[in-house]
T-cell receptor
Framework: GAGVSQSPSNKVTEKGKDVELRCDPISGHTALYWYRQSLGQGLEFLIYFQGNSAPDKSGLPSDRFSAERTGGSVSTLTIQRTQQEDSAVYLC????????????????FGEGSRLTVL | AQSVTQPDIHITVSEGASLELRCNYSYGATPYLFWYVQSPGQGLQLLLKYFSGDTLVQGIKGFEAEFKRSQSSFNLRKPSVHWSDAAEYFCAVGYTDKLIFGTGTRLQVFP
């Protein structure tokens, strides 16, 4: 597709269950980001993949959170033993350029996966 | 630590009125600054960005922002707001290949 695709768009799960959220970035984009959007919290950085480099995991809130990116394309964010505080919208973004202090670029966001933990 | 502050959680304006959304950042070096908009049910979209040079940058949808180093600010402005501008607006600073976002300002527009 033309944009960043995320699935599922909505996920309701019970506390303690594991969930997987998928992100399909724009074809050819080398950088992929996961953010979490909670009410009143803005966008919280979780993890960043750039090409074949080791991912920047500095934003993952606990060891229950992990992510992988297979073949430099699709990414999966996994949350184990979900807790109610994990309820949020999880946003994926991709970019074809370096962002931040070296070069800059535009992040293209998906519409997000809304996770509700009961 | 690098951070972005958007002091206004919620702003309400009348259609046709001017708008200014505030953004302050904390960053040790020359910042790369962004404004994104999130319309209901849609993903975030880039409005404009500042890298260097002219401190007044123009964006899409008639928005502009001015970088003021002395005030560590990057406020977003629009001279005449349209009802379709109702959305949530996020300011961000680029830091080591990722963006640090503020908590957002929700804009409501009355006819």
């Amino acid at each position: 597709g033309a944009g960043v695709s995320q699935s599922p768009s909505n996920k309701v799960t019970e506390k303690g269950k594991d969930v997987e959220l998928r992100c399909d970035p724009i074809s050819g984009h080398t950088a992929l980001y996961w953010y979490r959007q909670s009410l009143g919290q803005g966008l919280e950085f979780l993890i960043y993949f750039q090409g074949n480099s080791a991912p920047d995991k500095s934003g993952l809130p606990s060891d229950r959170f992990s992510a992988e990116r297979t073949g430099g394309s699709v990414s999966t964010l996994t949350i184990q033993r979900t807790q109610q505080e994990d309820s949020a919208v999880y946003l994926c973004a991709s970019s074809g350029e370096e962002t931040g202090t070296t070069n800059t670029g535009e992040l293209f966001f998906g519409e997000g996966s809304r996770l509700t933990v009961l | 630590a690098q951070s972005v502050t958007q002091p206004d959680i919620h702003i309400t304006v009348s259609e046709g009125a001017s708008l200014e959304l505030r953004c302050n950042y904390s960053y040790g070096a020359t910042p790369y600054l962004f404004w994104y908009v999130q319309s209901p049910g849609q993903g975030l979209q880039l409005l404009l960005k500042y890298f260097s040079g002219d401190t007044l940058v123009q964006g899409i949808k008639g928005f502009e922002a001015e970088f003021k180093r002395s005030q560590s600010s990057f406020n977003l402005r629009k001279p005449s707001v349209h009802w379709s501008d109702a959305a949530e607006y996020f300011c961000a600073v680029g830091y080591t290949d990722k963006l640090i976002f503020g908590t957002g300002t929700r804009l409501q527009v009355f006819p």
